[in-house]
């Protein structure tokens, strides 16, 4: 194990601010230098309110500029930066320092799992994309469409409203055991996409999807597990929602 | 490695993802090129709506949209876009629909429609409802649903790619070299038509609600060619940044109802806008709230937030319609909107300026009508001038989808009616010598630093309000950041996903960015929209009717040609006279 010291800040703390002394544990793993993996432990101060993804910026931007990693958008959208932290699958900025951390504490930080690593904590995204392409995850209406909106209900758009919640960050499908023994398995992110069109009152192609996840790739390997749904960090109830795609595949339709 | 596709994309937010559909539909080979996952864009963090005169809840017109856009603009919209655009974008909402975007709804199963700053019935009566959306997450869908038709539709991705350079020759596009972020390689890529598509750089600025990758690359990219940018003094700070963060709260929060309140809980906006208040435009509300910091009358520790108040309003329109940002609120403040206040503070959020552009998204090459064959912008890349001083809300959405699939179809008209242009000799030497002059640097000179350095000073001297004497200290500011950052050197000789490489390149952009933002404010002696000048307090459409084009001046680094470009003062049908802004 490495040990960086040089404590500094990941932001000006205005006076009166609590800082906290942190160490940030990082598995590093750069295939072209490194037989295996390996920890390295930095020295930080952030603030209580500070993102994890800040701490990783700042031992990017002021002590290991090659450490490598995925951010795009900082606040929970773009899904760029799921990671294992503290042994749970979450995305970087949107989780606070102060709800992983006390003063004097250690956050650990590692690639998300069953995916593999390019680099430090950015891993192939190639297979999950694959997964999502696989469901046909695009609408589907071959009638021709009217002058206006074609006219769907309240409740009807509010049965997508969780799985139309997806930013495909990856933290439900990678923190699956299925998934991990099983890499044929779509996983739950894929199975999330097509309950979106499974249950659009708009979409036509709802029998081929079920019998897309009728396959032995599909829906009946999930176990239950609740991982994914523990993992989401947009709060999607993912097990549920593919429990209701097992039913819809059993009795033909949605 | 060497590709040719017929027409080129770069850029996979909407207005790429919308311009990569419309090029393929127009049967010519198609590829985009992201640095990100397409998903990734920074699209998907608009969250209020996407504004068109459906009328599905209110009467509307399109000439009450293009009025509005127009006098948001405070006339330096170019009235021949805001009229195309006022019209395409009903259809084009409609079209989102038909790709199956899932809009929330009225309860006759339309699509739903909601109140929005600037956007007004009757050429500025009162407040209209017209912004269609998916929750607050209207921006994520649209992202989401472009990519879905996309891969429905085969395009080619080329994923995690950075563009380092155009290829233009004697007038013409002929493709662009970019860097394979997984390998280190540069790529050449050939074609018929190039699409720029690659978002803002609201990154220059400190407080931001802009993604870490809004480094404005393909602004300077052109701008390092002679080549123009437009009105880049012209930059929106979004009214409701959650305070600290610059975390974007939509401005639906106020469509909704959402009430802004000072120290002592008065409804200011009342002060400065009676007629509409709270959904005045965003260039108003941002200067009403910072006056009211700079006059004693802030929240929080610092006194430099106003709060942004829903307490009244019912706890399933909070939860339903706002989720997303009462989720933001709960994870980043630990603050709860149904029952508490919540401080925010105005964020850089948009440029209206960029690439110049005519109505078909052809890039222009000078203020007289030249252009580049062959290279087409759109979305806040490019500049049509539909939002000249100030973007109203929601037409950003609308930008996308309007002026993305018109580039999208005049790019593969042109590419189908010509043959592959030659490629320039030693394609990839500019970009060979950009990436080993990094590389090879021996300067201790550190990228942060530098990039922390020049976010405060512009967040300070070229933010909301401005003056002659603070801008004059950015242009000399901006130029020392130029001369250390020829000196930084990259640690990490790795080839395979060299960030380091990557964010000492965004740097470089940004800096360009940044240097004909400030040259551009200091000429214009007047404030007009989001351009708000302390020492030159009044519009003056005498002297400054006129759009900024802003060239490198390729024999003297550092300094900047300032040319000029007239606003289109009418529409095919309609013409709106310039009038004082009032709401």
């Given at each position: 194990?490495?040990?960086?010291?040089a404590?500094?800040?990941?932001?000006?703390?205005?006076?009166?601010?609590?800082?906290?002394?942190?160490?940030?544990?990082?598995?590093?793993f750069?295939?072209?230098?490194?037989?295996?993996?390996?920890?390295?432990?930095?020295?930080?101060?952030?603030?209580?309110?500070?993102?994890?993804?800040?701490v990783?910026?700042?031992v990017?931007?002021?002590?290991?500029?090659?450490?490598?990693?995925?951010?795009?958008?900082?606040?929970?959208?773009?899904?760029?930066?799921?990671?294992?932290?503290n042994?749970?699958?979450?995305?970087?900025?949107?989780?606070?320092?102060?709800?992983?951390a006390?003063?004097?504490?250690?956050?650990?930080?590692?690639?998300?799992?069953?995916?593999?690593?390019?680099?430090?904590?950015?891993?192939?995204?190639?297979?999950?994309?694959?997964?999502?392409?696989?469901?046909?995850?695009?609408?589907?209406n071959?009638?021709?469409?009217?002058?206006?909106?074609?006219?769907?209900?309240?409740?009807?758009?509010?049965?997508?409203?969780?799985?139309?919640?997806?930013i495909?960050?990856?933290?439900?499908?990678?923190?699956?055991?299925?998934?991990?023994?099983?890499g044929?398995?779509l996983?739950?992110?894929?199975i999330?996409?097509?309950?979106?069109?499974?249950?659009?009152?708009?979409?036509?192609?709802?029998?081929?999807?079920?019998?897309?996840?009728?396959?032995?790739t599909?829906?009946?390997?999930?176990?239950?597990?609740y991982?994914?749904?523990?993992?989401?960090?947009?709060?999607?109830?993912?097990?549920?929602?593919?429990?209701?795609v097992?039913?819809?595949?059993?009795?033909?339709?949605a | 490695?060497?590709?040719?596709?017929?027409?080129?994309?770069?850029?996979?937010?909407?207005?790429?993802?919308?311009?990569?559909?419309?090029?393929?539909?127009?049967?010519?080979?198609?590829?985009?090129?992201?640095?990100?996952?397409?998903?990734?864009?920074?699209?998907?963090a608009?969250?209020g709506?996407?504004?068109?005169?459906?009328?599905?809840?209110?009467?509307?017109?399109?000439?009450?949209?293009?009025?509005?856009?127009?006098?948001?603009g405070?006339?330096?919209?170019?009235?021949?876009?805001?009229?195309?655009?006022?019209?395409?974008?009903?259809?084009?909402?409609?079209?989102?629909?038909?790709?199956?975007?899932?809009?929330?709804?009225?309860?006759?199963?339309?699509?739903?429609?909601?109140k929005?700053?600037g956007?007004?019935?009757?050429?500025?009566?009162a407040?209209?409802?017209?912004?269609?959306?998916?929750k607050?997450?209207?921006?994520?869908?649209i992202?989401?649903?472009?990519?879905?038709?996309?891969?429905?539709?085969?395009?080619?991705?080329?994923?995690?790619?950075?563009v380092t350079?155009?290829?233009?020759?004697?007038?013409?596009?002929?493709?662009?070299?970019?860097?394979?972020?997984?390998?280190?390689?540069?790529?050449?890529f050939?074609?018929?038509?190039?699409?720029?598509?690659?978002?803002?750089?609201g990154?220059?600025?400190?407080?931001?609600?802009?993604a870490?990758?809004?480094t404005?690359?393909l602004?300077?990219?052109y701008?390092?060619?002679?080549?123009p940018?437009?009105?880049?003094?012209?930059?929106q700070?979004?009214?409701?940044?959650?305070?600290?963060l610059g975390?974007?709260v939509?401005?639906?929060?106020r469509?909704?109802?959402?009430?802004?309140r000072?120290d002592?809980?008065?409804?200011?906006?009342?002060r400065?806008?009676?007629?509409?208040?709270?959904?005045?435009?965003?260039?108003?509300?941002?200067?009403?709230?910072?006056?009211e910091?700079?006059?004693?009358?802030?929240?929080?520790?610092?006194k430099?937030?106003?709060?942004i108040?829903?307490?009244?309003?019912?706890?399933?329109?909070?939860?339903?319609?706002?989720?997303e940002?009462?989720?933001?609120?709960?994870?980043?403040?630990?603050?709860?909107?149904?029952?508490?206040?919540?401080?925010?503070q105005?964020?850089?959020?948009?440029?209206?300026?960029g690439?110049?552009?005519?109505?078909?998204?052809?890039?222009?090459?000078?203020g007289?009508?030249?252009?580049?064959?062959?290279l087409?912008?759109?979305?806040?890349?490019?500049?049509v001038?539909?939002?000249?001083?100030?973007?109203?809300?929601?037409?950003?959405?609308?930008?996308?989808?309007?002026?993305?699939?018109?580039?999208?179809?005049?790019?593969?008209?042109?590419?189908?009616?010509?043959?592959?242009?030659?490629?320039?000799?030693?394609?990839?030497?500019?970009?060979?010598?950009?990436?080993?002059?990094?590389?090879?640097?021996?300067?201790?000179?550190?990228a942060?630093?530098?990039?922390?350095?020049?976010?405060?000073?512009?967040m300070?001297?070229?933010?909301i309000?401005?003056?002659?004497?603070?801008?004059?200290?950015?242009?000399?500011?901006?130029?020392?950041?130029?001369?250390?950052?020829?000196?930084?050197?990259?640690?990490?000789?790795?080839?395979?996903?060299?960030?380091?490489?990557?964010?000492a390149?965004?740097?470089g952009?940004?800096?360009?960015?940044a240097?004909?933002?400030?040259?551009?404010?200091l000429?214009?002696?007047?404030?007009?929209?989001?351009?708000?000048?302390?020492?030159y307090?009044?519009?003056?459409?005498?002297?400054?009717?006129?759009?900024?084009?802003?060239?490198?001046?390729?024999?003297?680094?550092?300094?900047?040609?300032?040319g000029?470009k007239?606003?289109?003062?009418?529409?095919?049908?309609?013409?709106?006279?310039?009038?004082?802004?009032?709401?």
């Amino acid at each position: 194990m490495t040990q960086m010291t040089a404590p500094t800040s990941t932001s000006a703390a205005p006076v009166g601010v609590l800082m906290l002394n942190l160490k940030v544990k990082i598995l590093r793993f750069d295939p072209d230098k490194d037989k295996k993996a390996h920890w390295t432990t930095y020295d930080v101060e952030a603030q209580p309110g500070d993102r994890v993804l800040d701490v990783i910026n700042h031992v990017k931007w002021y002590l290991e500029p090659s450490l490598t990693f995925r951010r795009s958008c900082m606040h929970g959208i773009c899904g760029s930066d799921a990671m294992l932290i503290n042994g749970r699958n979450r995305l970087a900025c949107k989780t606070l320092v102060r709800d992983v951390a006390k003063n004097g504490g250690t956050i650990t930080v590692e690639p998300i799992r069953g995916l593999k690593v390019e680099k430090d904590l950015l891993v192939d995204m190639e297979p999950f994309f694959d997964s999502y392409k696989a469901i046909m995850p695009y609408f589907i209406n071959e009638s021709p469409a009217p002058a206006t909106e074609r006219v769907q209900s309240e409740e009807q758009a509010e049965r997508m409203a969780h799985s139309s919640n997806c930013i495909l960050c990856a933290c439900c499908t990678t923190s699956c055991p299925i998934f991990w023994v099983n890499g044929s398995y779509l996983g739950p992110a894929a199975i999330v996409q097509a309950h979106r069109f499974i249950f659009d009152t708009r979409d036509e192609a709802t029998h081929q999807r079920l019998g897309i996840l009728n396959q032995n790739t599909g829906v009946w390997r999930c176990r239950t597990a609740y991982n994914c749904t523990e993992a989401c960090p947009r709060d999607i109830p993912i097990t549920q929602l593919i429990e209701e795609v097992k039913r819809a595949v059993m009795y033909g339709q949605a | 490695m060497h590709h040719r596709y017929d027409v080129l994309v770069v850029g996979a937010g909407g207005a790429g993802l919308m311009a990569a559909l419309y090029a393929a539909k127009g049967n010519v080979s198609v590829a985009c090129i992201s640095k990100l996952y397409p998903t990734r864009s920074h699209t998907g963090a608009a969250q209020g709506g996407i504004g068109a005169a459906l009328g599905n809840v209110q009467e509307d017109h399109w000439e009450w949209h293009m009025f509005d856009t127009v006098k948001g603009g405070d006339y330096l919209t170019d009235q021949d876009a805001a009229e195309v655009f006022a019209k395409d974008i009903i259809d084009a909402v409609y079209e989102l629909e038909h790709m199956g975007l899932p809009f929330s709804r009225t309860p006759e199963g339309k699509i739903a429609q909601r109140k929005f700053g600037g956007h007004t019935r009757d050429f500025g009566k009162a407040a209209v409802e017209r912004s269609c959306y998916a929750k607050d997450r209207t921006g994520h869908m649209i992202l989401q649903t472009l990519y879905q038709q996309n891969v429905k539709a085969g395009t080619t991705f080329f994923n995690e790619f950075h563009v380092t350079d155009l290829l233009i020759e004697d007038g013409r596009c002929r493709g662009l070299v970019a860097y394979e972020l997984s390998t280190g390689e540069l790529h050449t890529f050939h074609a018929k038509a190039v699409i720029l598509a690659a978002g803002g750089y609201g990154r220059v600025f400190k407080i931001t609600s802009n993604a870490l990758t809004l480094t404005g690359d393909l602004m300077s990219i052109y701008y390092r060619k002679g080549l123009p940018l437009e009105d880049m003094e012209f930059y929106q700070f979004h009214p409701t940044g959650l305070a600290k963060l610059g975390i974007l709260v939509t401005e639906g929060i106020r469509g909704e109802g959402g009430i802004l309140r000072n120290d002592s809980g008065e409804r200011f906006m009342e002060r400065y806008a009676p007629t509409i208040k709270d959904l005045a435009p965003r260039d108003i509300v941002s200067r009403s709230i910072i006056t009211e910091i700079r006059e004693g009358r802030g929240v929080g520790r610092d006194k430099d937030a106003v709060n942004i108040d829903l307490t009244h309003l019912p706890r399933e329109v909070i939860e339903g319609k706002l989720a997303e940002i009462t989720d933001l609120a709960r994870t980043y403040l630990g603050m709860d909107p149904v029952k508490d206040l919540v401080p925010i503070q105005p964020t850089a959020h948009y440029a209206m300026g960029g690439i110049p552009t005519d109505l078909n998204g052809l890039c222009l090459s000078d203020g007289s009508g030249g252009s580049i064959e062959g290279l087409y912008a759109a979305g806040e890349q490019a500049c049509v001038s539909l939002h000249g001083a100030n973007r109203l809300g929601t037409n950003s959405l609308g930008d996308l989808v309007v002026f993305g699939r018109r580039a999208g179809i005049y790019a593969a008209q042109y590419a189908r009616q010509v043959e592959y242009p030659d490629m320039p000799e030693g394609a990839q030497r500019d970009s060979q010598d950009l990436l080993d002059r990094l590389r090879d640097a021996s300067g201790k000179d550190n990228a942060a630093a530098i990039r922390k350095e020049l976010q405060e000073s512009m967040m300070n001297n070229v933010g909301i309000f401005r003056n002659g004497k603070d801008m004059e200290k950015q242009v000399g500011i901006v130029q020392e950041l130029k001369a250390r950052y020829r000196n930084v050197s990259v640690s990490d000789p790795s080839r395979r996903y060299n960030s380091e490489l990557i964010e000492a390149m965004e740097l470089g952009f940004m800096l360009d960015c940044a240097e004909a933002m400030t040259s551009s404010a200091l000429n214009r002696t007047e404030s007009r929209g989001a351009h708000d000048r302390e020492d030159y307090a009044e519009r003056d459409d005498t002297n400054w009717l006129k759009h900024t084009m802003a060239y490198k001046d390729l024999n003297n680094d550092g300094n900047v040609v300032i040319g000029y470009k007239p606003v289109a003062l009418k529409g095919f049908t309609r013409a709106f006279e310039p009038k004082p802004r009032v709401y």
